[in-house]
């Protein structure tokens, strides 16, 4: 099993920059694709970004195309979700999530019918104007 810890949450104001964190444990790291996926206020959880431990490969939701950037420090086991010019409407609680299949974890961001396999708790961000 993979256990998830995310953390780095907290309140910005418009253009504001966060990062969020999450360290994984009780697995091998490197077989793994992590995600970060959100849900605001009255919305359906969205997909954001995740990244291929294995290879590097990377996906972003539209959204946060050349605002975010997801990263790994595999020395600290830590995925990082950097988030810069913050708006409003990224204002949700992040998830971060792990699966062993790259496709599957961009299947569940992009269509939304399927799930990773592992959760981690949430982080609240909030972004006022």
């Known amino acids: 099993d993979v256990q998830l810890q995310a953390s780095g949450g907290g309140s910005v104001q418009t253009g504001g920059s966060l990062r969020l964190s999450c360290v994984v444990s009780g697995s091998t790291f490197a077989d793994y694709t992590i995600g970060w996926f959100r849900q605001g206020p009255g919305k359906e959880r969205e997909g954001v970004a995740c990244?291929?431990?294995?290879?590097?490969?990377?996906y972003y939701e539209d959204t946060v195309k050349g605002r975010f950037t997801i990263s790994v420090d595999s020395a600290k086991n830590t995925v990082y979700l950097n988030m810069y010019d913050l708006e409003p409407e990224d204002t949700a609680v992040y998830y971060c999530?792990?699966?062993?299949?790259?496709?599957?974890?961009?299947?569940?961001?992009?269509?939304?019918?399927?799930?990773?396999?592992?959760w981690g708790q949430g982080t609240l961000v909030t972004v006022s104007s």
């Open positions: 999530a792990a699966d062993s299949r790259y496709h599957h974890m961009v299947h569940s961001m992009v269509i939304g019918n399927t799930s990773p396999d592992y």
């Open positions: 990244i291929s431990h294995r290879d590097g490969r990377t």
